[in-house]
């Protein structure tokens, strides 16, 4: 018997040096965690998650396949089960199928890593996540492996935040929402309008990485060198962008003290609230006054679905790779005082108007529009989730009397099914914590909030959607009373136009000029009054030191393009497709000819 103790001991030695080793292995790696980043620690964690979410639904799919009925005949080829997209360094993104669930998930090595909420399997650094490979969790993969509980968004709403008696909803990706419901008197007063138009919405499409409308592109996607780049050009040749995979903790539900100690929002913080209800009985006047914490009470009463749209962000902003994106503080604010000092008053707004906040209770829906001021829009989810649906003409031609024809048809969709339904095509993307969109000037647009949430976004302006900008401008001095769902006393776009275009004399060869973009920028400056919105209470253009040295610059630019006069800018604009910068422009010849505009007096 003494070799079978001494075989016994043996064993439990192995297992305990073992045991120990792997304790030592996690103490390292946790070390190692805690040693980098904040940011750098969530995107590994948020990996991680992941990764586990892959395995669960790979022991899902294996013991499903165990119970497969045996004579079920065996299929060749890849499995659809499960899609991987490349993102890291390709231009294109190709989705790659992986045939087998017993084949472990080459994504999954990518992302395995331990954090404080791992398990603790793996060793040392050889599972720290690869920043440079090419491989990356598909957006799809993720809402896909989504438990059934995840993709019922009514759970833990209905007969507390809404009535017990609302209504529900399937979209396209397999969610259930609630439907907006107020009632009166035992009636939904919501029945006619919101409800029919998030039914509309929850019919349409969703919009997958294969989209030919909308650029798909992960976390991991905005740490390339070329990502400015990317996402401008996806912008200039109208599609929007959405990036998906950096999944953050969120509370399930918003209170004051989250809202003032994360995002410094004061509770007692005066806000223009929108309210459901009163926009049923007249939707060009839906505001009320209010506070945040009134605004925070009323998402625990069925009886409420409020927002508000506009809520002051000063301190946020753009994510730190993206801020090359905004040229009109990244030219015309930052590079152009020097030339022309700021020496006249300058309107707070072209400032204070560009980092915002949105605050929603469950159940609010946006109709159809597009936003204010000719501007380029990125909003992030912070918490809750959003269903954000991308509008687009099936035809880009007919010009400004058929886009505005159907843009009146689209925001009236209850009276105008069967026009909308041939005039518009449209796709939706579920949003959740983390996510962000970037979406071009103009872009049509709606929002369903399914739960109450809070979202943070920013405005700007980039010289290569400027023919997108003019369009939205222009409709905006048409109709702004029904194209926009918040607009301003003052429109702080003109005096950063000006700017922007005193820049382009000195603006770097790099950068990339598009002939109908430049002309888009030259007429918002010269023929300025054309382009000031229709409700805006201000409608007098105030005075500038830039106008007049705007206005020379976009005139030499103007011949330099060959057209003759100002007027015929227009024409040109009016006629051709409405979603195309044009050409590219020679960037040297055009440096020569505004030559002039770069002699400094000593």
């Keep these: 018997m003494a070799p079978r103790v001494s075989s016994i001991k043996k ?76 993102g890291g360094h390709e231009e294109t993104h190709t989705n790659f199928i992986f045939s087998t669930p017993q084949r472990r998930n080459p994504a999954s090595r990518l992302v395995q890593m331990d954090s404080d909420e791992s398990d603790g399997d793996g060793d040392g650094h050889e599972d720290a996540p690869d920043t440079d490979s090419r491989f990356i969790a598909s957006t799809d993969v993720q809402m896909d492996c989504a438990d059934n509980n995840d993709k019922d968004l009514t759970i833990g709403v209905v007969g507390r935040k809404v009535p017990a008696q609302s209504g529900t909803v399937r979209w396209q990706d397999g969610r259930i929402t609630i439907l907006p419901t107020i009632l009166k008197k035992g009636v939904n007063i919501c029945e006619y309008g919101d409800v029919e138009v998030v039914k509309f919405f929850a019919s349409l499409r969703e919009s997958t990485p294969s989209s030919k409308h909308v650029l798909h592109l992960s976390a991991v996607d905005i740490e390339r060198d070329d990502i400015v780049e990317m996402i401008e050009f996806s912008l200039r040749d109208n599609k929007p ?77 753009l994510p730190e790779p993206l801020r090359n994106l905004d040229h009109g503080r990244r030219f015309g604010w930052s590079q152009t005082t020097q030339q022309c000092p700021v020496y006249q008053a300058v309107h707070p707004d072209n400032f204070t108007s560009h980092f915002w906040a949105l605050l929603h209770h469950a159940g609010y829906v946006s109709f159809a529009h597009h936003d204010a001021d000719g501007v380029a829009t990125y909003i992030r989810i912070e918490s809750g989730a959003k269903m954000w649906i991308f509008f687009r003409l099936k035809s880009q031609r007919g010009g400004r009397t058929a886009y505005a024809s159907a843009m009146m048809k689209l925001i009236d969709y209850p009276n105008n099914k069967k026009e909308v339904h041939d005039l518009w095509d449209a796709e939706v993307v579920y949003l959740a914590p983390g996510d962000f969109v970037i979406q071009p000037p103009g872009q049509v647009h709606g929002a369903y909030t399914p739960v109450e949430g809070l979202a943070t976004g920013a405005s700007f302006f980039n010289l290569a959607t400027m023919h997108h900008s003019e ?132």
């Design 241 to 317: 962008v959405v990036v998906r995979g950096n999944r953050r903790n969120a509370p399930t539900e918003i209170t004051t003290e989250w809202l003032d100690r994360k995002f410094g929002i004061s509770p007692d913080m005066p806000v223009s609230i929108h309210d459901a209800e009163a926009r049923v009985a007249d939707s060009t006047h839906p505001h009320q006054a209010g506070t945040i914490s009134s605004l925070v009470d009323g998402m625990n009463d069925p009886t409420k679905i409020q927002c508000v749209l506009d809520l002051p962000y000063v301190h946020g902003g």
């Design 471 to 602: 369009r939205a401008r222009y409709m905006d001095r048409k109709k702004a009373d029904f194209l926009t769902n918040q607009t301003h006393a003052y429109s702080y776009a003109l005096e950063t136009m000006r700017r922007i275009a005193i820049a382009v004399p000195h603006i770097s060869r790099r950068i990339p000029f598009y002939r109908r973009s430049l002309m888009s920028l030259c007429i918002m400056v010269i023929k300025c009054h054309d382009y000031i919105a229709a409700d805006a209470l201000q409608r007098k253009v105030l005075p500038s030191e830039t106008a007049s040295l705007a206005e020379d610059i976009c005139k030499s630019i103007i011949t330099f393009l060959g057209i003759k006069n100002v007027g015929s800018i227009s024409t040109i604009l009016f006629r051709d497709r409405q979603d195309i910068s044009g050409e590219p422009v020679d960037r040297d010849l055009l440096w020569n000819h505004l030559a002039r505009f770069r002699v400094m007096d000593s």
């Design 11 to 86: 064993d439990s030695i192995n297992a305990t040096a073992s045991g120990a080793s792997a304790q030592s292995a996690t103490v390292r790696r946790r070390k190692w965690l805690q040693s980098l980043p904040e940011e750098k620690r969530i995107e590994i964690r948020e990996k991680d998650r992941i990764r586990k979410q892959q395995e669960r639904a790979r022991k899902r799919a294996d013991r499903d396949s165990h119970v497969q009925d045996a004579t079920t005949p065996h299929q060749d080829g890849p499995s659809t089960d499960m899609e991987m997209d490349t």
